[in-house]
C-alpha cells in the first residue's frame, strides 16, 4: 500500500503538482485496470479512517466498520499515514492479479526495498522499535505485517466489495470510452479535475504531489479506486512499475438503509365477540407479514426489563 509525494516545508514556494513524462512508447503501453485493486483500497481506506474527510460519502462506512477495535491494527497506521508518504512496498503491482497475489507479492518484498520505504517514512516521523525486523527482512515479522494487511481487508474492504466492484466497472468504462473515442488525450481529462494533458506531459495538481516522473518506456497502469481522494496518487519511487490511482464518481446513498417496502396483501374484518366487548381480528391472505414485524411484536410482548 503506498502513495503520495514529498511533504514540503512551510515557505518553500517550489510549484505544487506532479509531472509524468510521456513517450510515445509510454502512451502506446498505457493499461486500465481490469479489476479494482484490492491492496490500494486497502491503503487508502487506511487513510480515510485516520481523517474525518468527505463525511458525506464515506461518514456512514466510518461508523458501520467502528473504527480500529484489534490494538495491533494501530500499527498500519505508522506506514500508512493519512498526509505524506506512505511505504511504497505496501501496494505491490501483483495485486493486479488479486488479493492473495498482492499478499505473496508483499511478503516477497526484497530487504533493501523495505528498508528504503521505512527510511523514508522515518524522514517525516520517527518510526516504532517493531519497525527494525521489519527493515531486517525478519520473516516472523513480515508474515505478522501480511496477517494484519489480511484483517485490515477482512473488515474494512471486502464487505463492501461488491459495491466497490460495481462503482469501479462504471469508472473504466467511462475511461475505455474516452480513450477508444479521443485516444490518451480523452482518457487524461476524464480521470479528475486536476489533471490536464498538455503533450508530451500530464500533469496533476495538488499540494499531495510534486516532481517529475520519467515512464522510460513504460506505460501506467491507470486504476479507478473507491476510497481514493481528494485527487490522482501514484508511488513515490519512479523505478517501479508506474500506476496512477485516481478518485472515481460516488454516489452518497451507497451505505443508505433501503426504503421501507409494504408486502401485497388483503385484509379482511370481521366482528366476533369477547368477555370485553367487540374486538376486531383481522386475517391476512399470502406470505403474511414480514419477519422483521414478527420480531417486533414478540419484543413488544416481552415484559420489560424495568418492570
Not at 500500500?1 to 509524468?20: D, F
Not at 498505457?30 to 458525506?56: C, I, K
Not at 498526509?83 to 516477497?108: I, K, N
Not at 468504462?173 to 479521443?182: E, K, W
Request: aromatic share 8%; proline share 11%; glycine share 10%.
Amino acid at each position: 500500500m503506498a502513495w503520495v509525494g514529498h511533504v514540503r516545508r512551510t515557505g518553500e514556494r517550489r510549484p505544487v503538482g506532479l509531472r509524468i513524462h510521456f513517450t510515445y512508447e509510454d502512451v502506446a503501453r498505457v493499461v486500465l485496470a481490469e479489476e479494482p485493486d484490492p491492496l490500494w483500497e486497502g491503503l487508502l481506506s487506511l487513510h480515510l479512517l485516520q481523517t474525518r474527510d468527505a463525511p458525506l460519502v464515506y461518514g456512514r462506512w466510518r461508523r458501520a466498520a467502528g473504527g480500529f477495535v484489534a490494538p495491533e491494527l494501530l500499527r498500519l497506521r505508522r506506514l500508512a499515514p493519512p498526509h505524506g508518504y506512505s511505504a511504497d512496498f505496501l501496494t505491490p503491482a501483483a495485486t493486479s492479479a488479486g488479493f492473495e497475489a498482492g499478499v505473496e507479492a508483499l511478503l516477497a518484498t526484497p530487504r533493501g526495498r523495505i528498508r528504503a520505504d521505512l527510511a523514508e517514512l522515518a524522514r517525516a516521523r520517527p518510526l516504532p522499535g517493531w519497525a527494525r525486523p521489519l527493515a531486517d527482512g525478519d520473516a516472523r515479522a513480515m508474515g505478522g505485517l501480511a496477517g494484519l494487511v489480511r484483517r485490515h481487508h477482512e473488515r474494512f474492504v471486502a464487505p463492501y466489495w461488491p459495491h466497490i466492484r460495481s462503482r469501479f466497472d462504471e469508472a473504466r468504462s467511462v475511461a475505455a470510452r474516452a480513450m477508444t473515442g479521443s485516444g490518451f488525450a480523452g482518457l487524461a481529462e476524464g480521470l479528475h479535475p486536476s489533471v490536464r494533458w498538455t503533450a508530451p506531459v500530464l500533469h496533476i495538481a495538488g499540494r499531495h504531489l510534486e516532481g517529475d516522473l520519467y515512464l522510460r518506456g513504460r506505460g501506467p497502469r491507470i486504476i479507478p479506486s473507491f476510497f481514493c481522494r481528494p485527487g490522482p496518487i501514484v508511488l513515490k519511487d519512479g523505478s517501479l512499475p508506474p500506476a496512477l490511482v485516481h478518485p472515481i464518481a460516488h454516489d452518497p446513498r451507497w451505505l443508505s438503509p433501503p426504503p421501507p417496502s409494504t408486502p401485497p396483501r388483503t385484509m379482511r374484518s370481521r366482528r366476533c365477540s369477547g368477555r370485553r366487548g367487540r374486538r376486531c381480528s383481522r386475517r391476512w391472505t399470502g406470505a403474511g407479514p414480514p419477519a422483521s414485524w414478527r420480531a417486533g411484536w414478540a419484543s413488544a410482548r416481552r415484559p420489560s426489563a424495568t418492570m
